[in-house]
């Protein structure tokens, strides 16, 4: 039985992945910052849950020890910051310090810290917002542009592992919704379709790099 870490596995993108897994027989280890929804996913998922948050290293400990090595790291856990976004000329720069830890460090710290099982994948949950420049998503932004030349990087070192960042896509959860505060988002597609794309890179033979999700699974909308 394969073991997988999923953060920000609560809701929204990191609970439909964390489902699609559990239906492949998959052992999971799941963490997100709220307790309650999340050993209420895990106990639906029969999954190991690690209440915690990702920026801090005890809690990062505690998630590799209940896992032991690793068959797949999903980095899905992140953190937005203000609702709505400010521009970068007026962003609290400690506020920034903290998006920084949450999105970009801790899934360093994580892969770090990881013990490989031959094989591994890893999977780096990044944003268009990483690779676009977008006004008023420059915290956001920047911290999925650093992810995705970490991933980068961490691909070239490590040939023996496949490392993926991916791009999901618009989705309707309550991370994109407060990045609109007070739109209506539920145009947007549900976090389970992005589900295909992310299993393409876990059970297929991609090489590593960066992808969008709608285009690993042709059909799905973006």
Known sequence: ?????????SRGLGLALARALADRNWRLVIDAREAEPLLAAAEALGAIAIPGDVADAVH???LLAAAGPV???VNN???LGPSP?????????DVLERVYRVNVLAPLALFQLASFAPGARVIN???DAGAEAYEGWGGYGSSKAALEQLSAILAIEHPELRIYAVDPGDM????????FPGEDISDRPPPEDSVPGLLELIEGDRASGRY?????????RA
């Open 1 to 9: 039985m394969p073991t997988a870490i999923v953060t920000g596995a």
């Open 60 to 62: 990062r400990e505690a």
């Open 71 to 73: 068959d797949l790291l």
């Open 77 to 79: 856990a992140s953190l």
């Open 85 to 93: 976004q400010p521009r970068l000329a007026d962003y609290p720069l």
């Open 125 to 127: 949950v990044t944003s």
């Open 172 to 179: 309707n959860t309550r991370m994109h919704q407060q990045a």
């Open 212 to 220: 969008r999700a709608a285009e690993l699974a042709p059909g799905v």
